[in-house]
């Protein structure tokens, strides 16, 4: 899942992009509600089952977020594939994802991610979930500067990652992090609906309750 990722060592590097092949620590999670009509989570920390809602192959529309309470102007971070099933499996594929740029403060960094992982999707209790890959994982994240080159070498993501989501049936998964610095949330939408519709620079986070 495009989960998170810091991108630099500027005021918009402590941004915690959403790209779970990015996200350098799971943090503490805030919450972010169920929507209307949507399932919620499913409850009681039970690591058996996850909610039907999330099941579905997801492809990374947009990224939105705060950085130090304030909002960030972000574009890209778009076509990272998520396929979920019942059974809590998942599956990350960045190998069509856009690099995502960040704008904080009149301070611009930014993040490219690829690879592909697997692993395990569980319910932390409420709205909370808990992505544990697999070993085997080849997702890493690519730092960039402000004229999109890269900083440094590629990092590995994560194997662990905790999130909290939004989930409307069929129609949209919004996976967000919180972190000291700030929050990000990545939006997704079906695979068979056209990911990049909806793509583009946003101004604040997703995460809301509704």
Known sequence: MTL??????????????????ACGSSGNTSSSGGSGG?????GGGSSASIDSCLANTWVSSGVSGTVNGQPAQTSGGTGEKLTIGADGTINIDDTSSTPLTINAGGQVAGVKQAGQGSGKLTSSGGNSLTVTLDSGSTLTNQELDANGNPA??????PS??????????GQQLQLTQTQSSGTSTVTYVPASSGSESGSGSQSSSSSSST
């Open 4 to 21: 998170l990722t810091r991108a630099g060592g500027t005021a918009a590097g402590t941004l915690c992009i959403v790209a779970l092949a």
């Open 38 to 42: 949507s399932s919620s989570a499913s």
């Open 160 to 169: 662990t990652l905790t999130v909290t989501y939004k989930c409307t049936q």
């Open 152 to 157: 440094g070498t590629p990092q590995p993501g």
